[in-house]
């Protein structure tokens, strides 16, 4: 019987378990091997040819070359092994969050400054018939 | 002997690294947020603790896919400041005292605690944060540090009661350690905050300030909180807020509160900052 996942439910939420880290092993490899300068600098000069050199899917490969860390999260990437993507594009934390989220990067952060996202309407899935 | 004095808690957050690498601390986006650590400063610098043991989570720096330990003690000499991917933080290299880790380690194992034990590891900003918070820019760091690791990245990180177990593991084999050595134990991460997906941006101001209070006066209680509760309430990445129930462990069960700081944000969390004295 499969395990229980509580967590499924959480609106706009994907929880890194063991079955995605299984589904997501060489993309998050692969992005481990970008905080190795000379790493960073053959990937910058040919994402493609780069990517080529690891066992991923292409979906997964074509989500880091859109740079559509949603999917890469769907295809069992972790924020925390993305961040050396992003960290390697020289884009902040701030402004990858945002980038998941359908908001420019202003928007996201003035909504940060006024204090977060709220958590009302945001704790169940379709409890307000909100994101996710 | 050795004897645990006090217990700090912060956010380990990453851009608060980058703003005091790069100067930026008196920015008004920053400065009520530096303003928050000004008591702790001076506090510490009477302290003198000789040792911290900080409770952190490494980020996908020293630990990959490849290895998750749940606990990991760091019983090096020393531990360098990772490359995450824009260089290393220019922060001191971390010295350890591998002769308390390798007693901790030895002492809650056979308390039934199954440390993995780390000789070789980089630290990351979760380490070197909270140092910088506490203790500015120094030439060196002013005292030793035991890096105790937390698998909070990988679900489901250990459980907020065996955090607190934990953390009273750790005071008992402290305090059988034939030093006299002041000891602190801090507990990072935290608060709400998620960074991944359409929910990120999460913040939530009444379940953080309610963990403050349960944190100080009814731990046991808060350490029975499960895991859905803090994704659910805190967000993905607030889960990292289980590290600071082995701090909490490692006190007395009456501590008293030095001081309290809750700020948001600093990008894209909530930080919380507490200083606790045994006795």
Do not use: C, N
């Given at each position: 019987m499969a395990q229980k996942k509580p967590?499924?439910?959480?609106?706009?939420t994907t929880i890194f378990d063991t079955d995605m880290a299984h589904i997501g092993y060489h993309l998050n490899q692969f992005c481990m091997s970008l905080m190795q300068a000379p790493n960073r600098e053959r990937f910058k000069s040919d994402e493609r040819a780069y990517l080529n050199e690891w066992p991923m899917s292409e979906a997964q490969k074509l989500a880091v070359l859109d740079r559509d860390y949603n999917r890469m999260i769907s295809l069992g990437g972790n924020i925390y092994f993305l961040a050396k993507i992003f960290s390697s594009d020289g884009i902040s934390f701030q402004q990858a969050a945002a980038s998941m989220t359908g908001m420019t990067q202003e928007e996201y952060a003035q909504m940060m400054i006024n204090?977060?996202?709220?958590p009302e309407g945001n704790h169940v899935t379709g409890e307000d018939g909100g994101n996710g | 002997m050795a004897k645990i004095t006090a217990g700090v808690s912060t956010s380990h957050v990453p851009a608060i690294g980058a703003a005091i690498d790069q100067g930026k601390t008196a920015e008004p986006y920053w400065a009520p947020l530096f303003a928050g650590y000004e008591f702790s400063k001076k506090w510490i610098a009477e302290q003198k603790p000789d040792v911290v043991i900080l409770v952190y989570n490494d980020h996908?720096?020293?630990?990959?896919?490849?290895m998750v330990p749940t606990f990991a003690i760091g019983c090096a000499g020393e531990f360098k400041p990772a490359?995450?991917?824009?260089?290393?933080?220019p922060v001191p290299v971390v010295k350890g005292h591998p002769e308390l880790a390798a007693h901790i380690a030895q002492s809650v194992i056979h308390d039934d605690f199954d440390l993995t034990i780390v000789n070789k590891m980089d630290v990351d900003h979760g380490l070197t944060v909270p140092l910088s918070l506490l203790f500015g820019q120094p030439e060196g760091w002013p005292c030793l540090v035991i890096p105790l690791a937390v698998n909070v990245v990988l679900y489901p990180p250990p459980s907020g009661r065996r955090c607190y177990e934990l953390g009273k593991a750790v005071r008992r084999a402290v305090e059988s350690f034939d030093a006299d050595l002041n000891v602190q134990v801090w507990g990072t991460g935290g608060m709400s905050h998620q960074l991944q997906?359409?929910?990120?941006?999460l913040i939530n101001r009444e379940f953080d300030n309610d963990f403050l209070e349960r944190l100080v006066n009814s731990p046991d209680e808060l350490s029975r909180m499960p895991h859905i509760e803090y994704v659910r309430?805190?967000?993905?990445?607030?889960?990292?807020?289980?590290?600071?129930m082995i701090m909490r462990g490692a006190l007395n069960e009456q501590v008293t509160e030095r001081h309290r700081f809750y700020h948001v944000p600093a990008s894209n969390t909530a930080v919380g900052h507490q200083v606790l004295e045994n006795g």
């Open positions: 967590y499924q439910d959480i609106p706009g204090g977060g996202r709220s | 996908a720096t020293a630990f990959s896919l490849d490359d995450e991917g824009w260089g290393p933080r997906g359409p929910r990120a941006g309430k805190a967000g993905s990445e607030g889960i990292e807020l289980v590290m600071w």
